[in-house]
């Protein structure tokens, strides 16, 4: 049994969601926040079964792209840390993580 934990951008979110309910797979969502840009994501718990690892992980990716985006100058703390200008940023995606469980029990 893994747990893979997927940190996913809320535009990405609703699909991701959609598509793992579509294809049987259960997963727990979090509302989360970025620390670099603050922006929302939404962090997905997911209990599977080793040998559909990758199939998950294809999903998210499907369903999960990388897209550019401009930061006024007015977006705070991460354009001040770019001297006040607008600035060019790549947001989406997905960071993935899977690990062991020791033990998975539902009550």
């Known amino acids: 049994m893994k747990l893979i934990i997927a940190i996913i951008n809320k535009d990405d979110a609703?699909?991701?969601?959609?598509?793992?309910?579509?294809?049987?797979?259960?997963?727990?969502?979090?509302?989360?926040?970025?620390?670099?840009?603050?922006?929302?994501?939404?962090?997905?718990?997911?209990?599977?079964?080793a040998a559909k690892v990758d199939k998950v992980i294809k999903l998210i990716g499907d369903c999960s792209k990388k897209r550019t985006e401009i930061l006024p100058e007015a977006a705070g703390y991460a354009a001040a840390a770019m001297g006040g200008m607008p600035v060019e940023v790549t947001v989406g995606g997905a960071t993935v993580f899977v690990v062991d469980v020791e033990r998975f029990e539902k009550l």
């Open 14 to 49: 609703a699909i991701v969601s959609s598509q793992l309910t579509k294809n049987g797979i259960f997963a727990t969502k979090m509302a989360s926040t970025g620390g670099f840009l603050r922006s929302g994501n939404t962090t997905f718990l997911i209990g599977i079964d």
